[in-house]
């Protein structure tokens, strides 16, 4: 199977993209890359591409993850159950490190991204292990706004909340106790300290600046899709700086979350549009599994020696994608750093990797390239094949 889809994805790619060794890395030392394939890969399909069954199967593992305590999950389903929650607050502390977003505006928004949604995946296949996470391709005949998928844009119940479609009236948390609950996961981080404790509304599972108070999910924007040709125009980008900078984040990715979520009134954002806790919409997932999917698409595309400069992936150093917003991070984004030390991933747990990272329990940076690569994820995507 593994072999088959590698084939796939070469024929699909344009053939200035096969080029290689056009990639540096401005890192003096780099980490070394040696995971091994997996003896097979699940298929991650384009929503519209999942059977019936199959798609009542995501939805149903992901409503028990929203509605099962820690305690009671770890009791079904063993000792790293997480609840839904849980990754929407990792999301968030990610955003609010001191040292600045650990999982946004730099190069490392691709590789926070692509471990968050893996973390996601295992924790849904603890409670069921037939699921994959589902890709949501985004195009204009691949609508997703429907009563069989993930309902109406804007909301049509009180106040733009979402009433219909597989996640209606998707509880939002509006009861937070930040220390009891979730302060205990924060970990010790020289020179970084966590700035996310709630919501603009008191016990509000939200961003700080953010005053939506409804208990369940909101989305006051409008139906958002991209053109056809922008999988393939980010394919066409030479090294990180480019490919992330030019293309990933600012064009392929936030289009989604500020026209889907939108803004309501007296300062309330739609909780696709909240950078701090978007997760707490569940297209989140698959709008970046699609993004995570022109990753692997482009890492295909290259050779053995822009892999072996992990593409260009230059963390604070690499100023041109960094600089897309003004903005890069003062540490913490390096590729043998810990991606988002405050709130990290246990990269055997939670990924089922093996960490090049000192101390070999948390996921750094260059395990995403080395170990979720094209060859030695545990996953791959399957082209859409209901659009072209
Ligand atoms: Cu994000």
């Known amino acids: 199977m593994k072999l088959e889809h590698t084939a796939l994805l070469l024929l699909s790619l344009p053939a200035a993209s ?11 030392k780099l980490p070394m890359c040696s995971s091994a394939p997996p003896p097979s890969q699940r298929l991650r399909k384009e929503v519209n591409d999942l059977s019936s069954f199959e798609w009542d199967a ?29 990754f929407v607050l990792q999301h968030a502390v990610a955003t609010q490190d001191s040292r600045g977003d650990q999982g946004h505006f730099s190069d490392a928004f ?31 005949n691949g609508d997703i706004y429907t009563e069989d998928l993930v309902g109406s844009v804007p909301g049509t119940g009180e106040g733009n909340t979402v009433v219909d479609g597989a996640f209606a009236n998707w509880p939002v948390t509006t009861d937070m106790d930040w220390e009891s609950d979730w302060a205990g996961y924060i970990q010790d981080v020289e020179g970084a300290t966590n700035g996310y404790s709630g919501g603009g509304t008191p016990g509000s599972m939200r961003g700080a600046d953010n005053f939506l108070s409804a208990s369940t999910l909101t989305r006051f924007g409008s139906p958002w899709s991209y053109s056809i040709d922008l999988q393939d125009k980010c394919l066409a980008e030479s090294c990180w700086a480019e490919w992330y900078g030019d293309c990933i984040e600012g064009e392929f990715h936030s289009g989604a979350h500020t026209g889907i979520g939108g803004d309501g009134s007296g300062g309330a954002e739609g909780d696709f549009k909240d ?21 692997m698409l482009w890492t295909a595309g290259k050779g053995e020696e822009d892999k072996a400069a992990f593409y260009g992936y230059g963390g604070a150093l690499d100023k041109d994608a960094c600089q897309m917003k003004g903005y890069c991070p003062a540490g913490g984004i390096e590729l043998t750093d810990t991606i988002s030390a405050l709130w990290p991933f246990d990269a055997a747990a939670d990924l089922g990797v093996e960490t090049v990272g000192e101390g070999g329990r948390w996921a750094v940076h260059a395990d995403v390239i080395c170990a979720l690569a094209p060859d030695t994820a545990a996953y791959a995507y399957q082209e859409p094949q209901q659009i072209s």
Request: with cysteine.
């Open 18 to 28: 096969l080029a290689s060794g056009s990639c540096t890395n401005p890192s003096e």
């Open 58 to 86: 995501v939805v149903e593992a992901i409503w028990t993850t929203k509605n099962t305590t820690l305690a009671d999950g770890r009791e079904r389903y063993g000792d790293t159950y997480k609840t839904y929650d849980y």
């Open 275 to 295: 950078v701090v806790t978007s997760p707490n919409d569940p297209v989140f997932w698959f709008h970046h599994a699609n993004i995570d999917r022109n990753r």
């Open 110 to 140: 691709i590789t926070f991204h692509a471990a968050l949604l893996l973390s996601f995946e295992q924790n849904l296949r603890l409670v069921d292990p037939d699921v994959a996470l589902p890709y949501w391709a985004a195009q204009a």
